[in-house]
């Protein structure tokens, strides 16, 4: 789950859909680099652990929001690295993989091209089945 309005909808499908599922929402701090702006200072933190539990408060805290909104509790984790390798080396630790359609940055189209989508490299290569939710 990032900031986006695509990852909140697919928490909630998930919360709504599947009631009796444990569900795990996943953060991932990305790697430092040109396009990464916000990791930038993981490096320079003494604990690069806690700096990416830092970073994901905001993200969590509108997570906490969203499942208390259906009377649900969720675990969270956090990830640090490449969003959508995170994802994919954690998937068989689960049932379903729910993700929105775009993240944050969906409309940076040189991120993209460069990158490309998380949500596009999970749904290709995920061990489970990828629910993808606009």
Do not use: C
Request: glycine letters at 6%; zero cysteines.
């Amino acid at each position: 789950m990032d900031n986006s309005e695509h990852a909140s909808h697919a928490l909630e499908y998930a919360l709504e859909n599947h009631p009796e599922a444990d569900v795990t929402v996943l953060h991932v701090v990305g790697v430092p680099s040109m396009m990464m702006g916000e990791a930038v200072g993981l490096p320079l933190a003494d604990d690069i652990s806690e700096a990416a539990a830092e970073h994901a408060e905001a993200v969590f805290e509108r997570a906490y929001e969203v499942a208390d909104e259906h009377g649900r509790e969720i675990n969270t984790n956090v990830g640090i690295g490449h969003p959508a390798r995170n994802i994919l080396d954690r998937a068989e630790d689960y049932d379903t993989i729910v993700l929105g359609a775009h993240g944050a940055d969906w409309s940076r189209a040189t991120r993209q091209f460069l990158v490309g989508n998380v949500t596009e490299t999970v749904s290709k290569r995920a061990s489970v089945p990828v629910i993808i939710v606009h």
